[in-house]
């Protein structure tokens, strides 16, 4: 336990630590607003979504609406966003930060994001076996940690176009 968490639970007051039931929650919503952005453009702006499949670090993961509250970080792999039960576009994203709010609101901010429909299995197979080319003749620690991303990236996009 950190500094910080003991020291506050010290100094709160006994009932402000009270728990409540799930029942005195606010009321339940039916659709979660999905803001989802890269650096150079917007790609969902407060829209309304059923649900948003993601990988994330701490593993993959189904939002949504009413989900707890949390910030996770992003993996390389697929956003996976069901507009309806006849609309669901995916993106493939390097990596990034969602964060799950208490309003149903979720907010997406990815360093590059490509819908999975523009890319192409054979050239990512390429890309990976020139990625692995590179990190096997990597000479120094920066070399060697700069191609070893770079095969994760290609081999999370193999996997993401495989499935």
Do not use: C, W
């Not at 576009?89 to 208490?102: D, E, L, M, Q, R």
């Amino acid at each position: 336990m950190n500094v910080l968490a003991r020291s506050a639970r010290a100094a709160i007051k006994p009932l402000a630590m009270a728990r409540f039931y799930a029942s005195e929650a606010p009321a339940a919503s039916e659709a979660l607003r999905l803001t989802f952005v890269v650096p150079h453009k917007s790609i969902y702006k407060a829209t309304d979504v059923q649900q948003v499949n993601l990988a994330a670090t701490s593993g993959d993961m189904g939002i949504l609406a009413n989900h707890v509250p949390t910030i996770e970080q992003l993996n390389p792999g697929v956003v996976e966003i069901i507009e309806s039960a006849e609309i669901t576009k995916k993106f493939f994203v390097s990596g990034g930060f969602a964060t799950i709010n208490p309003d149903n609101s979720l907010n997406i901010n990815a360093v590059e994001a490509v819908p999975l429909e523009e890319l192409s299995l054979e050239r990512v197979q390429t890309g990976l076996a020139e990625a692995q080319r590179q990190a096997s003749s990597a000479a120094t620690d920066k070399e060697k940690a700069i191609a070893k991303v770079e095969v994760e990236v290609y081999e999370a996009l193999q996997s993401a176009l495989s499935k």
